[in-house]
C-alpha cells in the first residue's frame, strides 16, 4: 500500500496540526511505499518572500524529522525537487474540466476571504491531483474537509483515462483521519494559522507559557465548580495527559476550589513533557543542516525513480514520446 501526503510550508507547525494530521502521518509509515512532500509549490499561491518561503520549506523539514518521520522507513522530499510533477500537472490540465475547479469550495473559500483569483489558486487541484497520481498512490490520509480533494482527483483521472485508456492512471481513495480530541486554539475556536490562536509545537517555553496562559475562559470564581467538558484548557491537557491524570484533573474541575491557573500550568507541563523528546531531538537536527539536505534529496532520488515511471506510461497514452528528464 502506498501512501502520499503534502504539507505546505505557510508558517510554523502548531498543536492543532500535529494533533489533527501530523500525528497520524507518521503512525501510517512503515516502510519504502510512503510518501511525504513538503508542498512548496502549492505554497507560492500565499507565500510570495523567497526567503521566508526557504526558512518554512527548512522548518517543515526539520519539525517533521523531530517529530518522528524516519527516513528509514518513509520518503521525504520537497515537492519541487520532482520535476515531473508540474509536467504531469498540464498533461493533466489538458482532459480538466473547468467547471469542475469552479466548484471547489477551498477555491471558492479564499477567494472569499480576499486572496486574489489567480490562475495559480484556481488551478491548484490539479496540481495537487498530479502530486497524487505521479506515484501511483494507493492511500491518501485526509481530514474530513479535505474529501473533496480526492474526489477531484479522481474525477481527473477518470476523465484521463476514459480518454488515453483505462490503465494510464491509478485512482487513489482516500483515508479519512481519525478525529481525535477537540484542539482549541488560545481563543476557543479551532486552532488555525487563520484565526491567530496557534501554539505552535516547537516555539520557546516562555512564549508558549505566555500563550497558554490567555487563553480564554469564563469568569467563574475559584471557589464554584467547574465543567471540564466545556472547558478549553480541558480539551487542550487531554491531548497530552495520560487518562488517570486526566480524571484527577476532572475531579479538580468539579470539587472547585481550583483557579484556571492552575489547570493552564498543568497544560504547559503536560505539552513541554510531550514534546521534550522531539524538542531535544530538532536542537541536533540544527546542528547537522547538511544531513536534513542530503535527507531531503535522497527522498527526491526516490521520488523521482518512480515519477518517471508513471510518467513514461502516462505521456505514451497521450502519443507523446516516452522520454523524461534524467535524474540527476
Not at 174 to 203: C, H
Not at 211 to 240: G, H, N, R, W
Not at 281 to 301: H, M, Y
Request: glycine fraction near 6%; aromatic fraction near 8%.
Amino acid at each position: 500500500m502506498r501512501v502520499l501526503s503534502g504539507i505546505q510550508p505557510t508558517g510554523r507547525f502548531h498543536w492543532g496540526n500535529y494533533f489533527g494530521a501530523i500525528q497520524q502521518y507518521i503512525a501510517l509509515q512503515g516502510n519504502e511505499q510512503s510518501f511525504y512532500f513538503i508542498a512548496d509549490l502549492h505554497a507560492l499561491t500565499t507565500v510570495r518572500d523567497p526567503e521566508e518561503l526557504k526558512q518554512n520549506v527548512a522548518d517543515a523539514a526539520l519539525d517533521l524529522l523531530a517529530l518522528g518521520l524516519d527516513p528509514k522507513l518513509a520518503t521525504l522530499f520537497r515537492q519541487s525537487d520532482v520535476p515531473e510533477v508540474t509536467e504531469l500537472m498540464w498533461l493533466l490540465m489538458t482532459v480538466t474540466q473547468f467547471s469542475l475547479l469552479e466548484k471547489c469550495t477551498s477555491y471558492k473559500d479564499k477567494v472569499a476571504k480576499g486572496i486574489a483569483a489567480d490562475a495559480g489558486l484556481f488551478t491548484y487541484p490539479v496540481l495537487m491531483a498530479a502530486d497524487i497520481l505521479l506515484y501511483d498512490t494507493d492511500v491518501v490520509p485526509v481530514g474530513a474537509d479535505q474529501i473533496q480533494h480526492l474526489e477531484v482527483t479522481r474525477d481527473i483521472a477518470q476523465r484521463f483515462n476514459h480518454t488515453y485508456g483505462a490503465d494510464s492512471i491509478h485512482l487513489p481513495t482516500a483515508r479519512v483521519l481519525t478525529v481525535g480530541a477537540k484542539v482549541p486554539g488560545t481563543d476557543g475556536e479551532k486552532m488555525s494559522k487563520s484565526y491567530g490562536n496557534t501554539i505552535e509545537i516547537f516555539e520557546s517555553e516562555k512564549s508558549m507559557r505566555k500563550k497558554i496562559m490567555s487563553i480564554k475562559t469564563d469568569s467563574l470564581p475559584m471557589e464554584a465548580a467547574k465543567d471540564p467538558e466545556t472547558c478549553s484548557v480541558f480539551a487542550l491537557y487531554q491531548l497530552f495527559a495520560q487518562p488517570e491524570q486526566q480524571a484527577a484533573l476532572a475531579t479538580r474541575y468539579r470539587a472547585g476550589g481550583m483557579g484556571y491557573g492552575d489547570a493552564k500550568q498543568a497544560v504547559f507541563d503536560a505539552a513541554l513533557s510531550y514534546f521534550q523528546a522531539a524538542r531535544i531531538r530538532r536542537t541536533e537536527l540544527v546542528a547537522d543542516p547538511g544531513s536534513v539536505e542530503a535527507i531531503l534529496q535522497a527522498g527526491a532520488k526516490r521520488a523521482r525513480t518512480k515519477a518517471q515511471e508513471v510518467l513514461r506510461r502516462v505521456r505514451k497514452a497521450c502519443g507523446l514520446g516516452a522520454s523524461v528528464m534524467s535524474i540527476s
